[in-house]
């Protein structure tokens, strides 16, 4: 066989010889790639290709796992105690010997009333007996509630981040709008408190309160993380605090957006009787932005003037618009995404899109250094050429960035993008809102690369959220040779129709092996399966 189409092979055995015998692409080198990322092809003949229906779980909200997958994180069903579960591998002798004894045979779907696989999976693949309980919502937090879908890892799993929140009935201080001149009172306040978990110790080594404030940590949308430094969003307040994680404990660093550095010692803050009437200054960051806007007007050139009433026309949007979303894109750049304040005469928002503005600001030389509309191609190509950095997640194993099948078809259809090209504004106005990206939501697990596998995006995803339920099984094919891979077997359990209610399904996927654990939910009723490698499991091929 040739030499190059050993190293296209896909067959188990070549794959086995060639990395026996150190075959390697041209050009590449084993000594500058990651761990296992000469066995990234193993990854199209191993899958999780057979799934264990309805499986017995502990009394548990499964979160997910660790970046080197040694741990899977839970929640307890109260809410105030994380679960940290030893993942002992799909290969270990427990899980085979159970897999054997059930004689689950060549079938991709194994659901059985008569078998112990369901009731003892989940503890041949975790061990249950020597879970790490930590009871965190206690004493001064014994009012709060851990939030399920919230966790952020920092120092490569190290340690994690976690988040709590309580209600609030008071009403804010007089002097948050002071401080606050951007304040979004339309909000409810909560009260919030940070947990840094060190994951080899099993202990909390800090706490962080943060009361009377609005962040949106469903998902990890009001918190980024770029190295050791952490910015956290408040809705509430129009700020960002940064935080940097210092031995276990998050230290201060500054607060983003109300005024600049040393405006607080140098200036005054008193603004007299404070009422409705009070017409506050603008933030400094919006000072920035309508600077920054102003000088990209070149008074000679001969769209000046509408260039100028274009700028003139903005500055009321400028002047009231909400931060929504914001990331670290590294240490010194964030990536800011305004929108439209709704006024308090409209009663229904005129638009179902708001109008968004995206700005870069320079966190050392507090400086706007780009500002872009919601349909700007300039933006379009950004994401297209910096997506993979954008998304801050990297496989510890592979060294793969998640590949979102979004990014996969902008790269195949507006890979040279311009504004001559029919219909690339509107491409623009469609996919531009997939920035800023929340931090770590994204799985880097192979089985989701879109240039390797195609499947339907609707059902599954790299995003970390749940999806509407199937009604047949996933199918993950080749994309090169459009061969069934292996199938996800998570179907909806229940009639789908406009009247009944939605059924859910969430994927936790393992960071590099073949295991996914998939979640359905239908109300309060919760449905949970296995997906695994079997070696004497066969895939049904069958056309498109």
Not at 43 to 56: A, E, G, N, R, W
Request: net charge neutral.
């Amino acid at each position: 066989m040739a030499y190059s189409e050993r190293l296209q092979s896909q067959n188990l055995v070549h794959l086995l010889q060639n990395r026996e015998s150190g075959f390697l692409a041209p050009g590449t080198s084993a000594s500058r790639t990651p761990q296992f990322a000469h066995e990234r092809k193993f990854y199209k003949c191993i899958t999780p290709c057979l799934t264990i229906d309805s499986i017995s779980i502990p009394q548990v909200y499964l979160r997910k796992f660790t970046p080197d997958g040694s741990k899977l994180l839970a929640f307890s069903q109260d809410q105030r105690s994380l679960h940290i579960y030893k993942y002992k591998g799909f290969g270990s002798a427990a899980v085979g010997e159970l897999i054997r004894e059930a004689n689950v045979g060549t079938g991709e779907c194994f659901k059985s009333q008569e078998s112990n696989v369901q009731n003892q999976i989940f503890d041949r693949l975790f061990a249950t007996k020597d879970a790490t309980v930590l009871r965190l919502c206690q004493g001064e937090s014994g009012r709060y509630y851990l939030h399920r879908e919230f966790s952020v890892f920092l120092e490569n799993g190290r340690y994690v981040l976690l988040a709590a929140m309580s209600v609030l009935r008071n009403a804010l201080p007089t002097m948050s709008y002071i401080l606050y001149p951007d304040l979004f009172d339309k909000l409810d306040a909560y009260s919030y408190v940070f947990f840094v978990v060190d994951l080899e110790q099993g202990c909390v080594t800090h706490r962080l309160f943060l009361s009377q404030d609005s962040i949106v940590i469903a998902h990890n949308h009001g918190i980024s993380v770029f190295g050791s430094t952490i910015a956290i969003m408040s809705r509430l307040h129009q700020c960002i605090y940064v935080y940097e994680l210092v031995e276990g404990r998050l230290v201060e660093q500054e607060t983003i957006g109300p005024r600049p550095r040393d405006f607080i010692e140098n200036a005054s803050m008193d603004v007299g009787n404070l009422d409705a009437t009070t017409v506050m200054p603008i933030t400094h960051i919006k000072q920035r932005v309508l600077s920054f806007l102003y000088r990209q007007i070149y008074g000679e050139s001969p769209s000046a003037r509408q260039k100028l009433q274009d700028f003139y026309k903005i500055f009321e949007f400028v002047e009231y618009m909400i931060m929504e979303r914001m990331q670290l894109v590294n240490k010194e750049l964030l990536l800011l995404r305004y929108e439209e304040r709704q006024k308090d005469s409209d009663v229904m928002p005129l638009t179902p899109t708001p109008r968004r503005l995206y700005v870069f600001y320079n966190i050392a030389s507090e400086e706007v250094v780009g500002v872009y509309h919601d349909d700007s191609v300039d933006l379009l190509q950004i994401i297209l050429q910096f997506y993979d950095q954008m998304s801050n997640v990297r496989s510890m194993q592979t060294g793969d960035a998640p590949s979102l099948p979004l990014h996969f078809f902008l790269k195949q259809n507006f890979a040279d993008a311009s504004e001559s090209i029919p219909f690339i504004r509107h491409a623009a106005l469609r996919f531009n809102p997939s920035v800023p990206v929340s931090s770590q939501s994204l799985s880097p697990s192979p089985y989701l690369q879109f240039n390797d596998f195609s499947y339907d995006d609707r059902h599954i995803s790299p995003l970390e959220r749940p999806n509407p339920c199937s009604t047949e099984p996933i199918v993950f094919r080749d994309r090169m040779t459009k061969s069934v891979k292996f199938r996800l077997y998570a179907k909806a359990r229940r009639p789908t129709n406009a009247l009944s209610p939605r059924e859910l399904c969430a994927f936790i996927w393992h960071p590099f092996e073949p295991f996914v654990l998939s979640i359905q939910k239908c109300m309060n009723s919760y449905a949970y399966h296995v997906h695994l490698y079997n070696h004497s499991t066969v895939v049904e091929q069958t056309s498109n």
